[in-house]
């Protein structure tokens, strides 16, 4: 069974930091870019960040450049993103997702072909 899980939400002050991280099993993330993605309530889901299959390609929403982090480990089949300076305007469901093509990443979700269930990320003081 193919599956995304996602993991390391949680409640942070705002300037803090988290780190997500998304682990596949029932298959290699080796030929899959990976999105990370958000929705808050009452919000369109929206792309924050992606990262090409070699991990040489990253992209990022304006809204965090400079202050989240994508990464990659195919080793251990995990992506991660580092999430730093957090504002109560990152607050959402973060999700992680696989599409599989070894090309640029897109952070077009209709692109993606496997969904985590997604972590929940609060920022509040």
């Known amino acids: 069974q193919l599956r995304l899980v996602e993991s390391g939400g949680g409640l942070v002050q705002p300037g803090g930091s988290l780190r997500l991280s998304c682990v596949a099993s029932g298959f290699s993330l080796d030929y899959y870019t990976i999105g990370w993605f958000r929705q808050a309530p009452g919000k369109e889901r929206e792309g924050v960040s992606c990262i090409s299959s070699s991990g040489s390609s990253t992209n990022y929403a304006d809204s965090v450049k400079g202050r989240f982090t994508i990464s990659r480990d195919n080793a251990k089949n995990t992506v991660y993103l580092q999430m730093n300076s957090l504002k109560p305007m990152d607050m959402a469901i973060y999700y992680c997702?696989?599409?599989?093509?070894?090309?640029?990443?897109?952070?077009?979700?209709?692109?993606?072909?496997?969904w985590g269930q997604g972590t929940q990320v609060t920022v509040s003081s």
């Open positions: 997702a696989a599409d599989r093509w070894m090309g640029s990443c897109t952070d077009l979700a209709a692109e993606y072909d496997y």
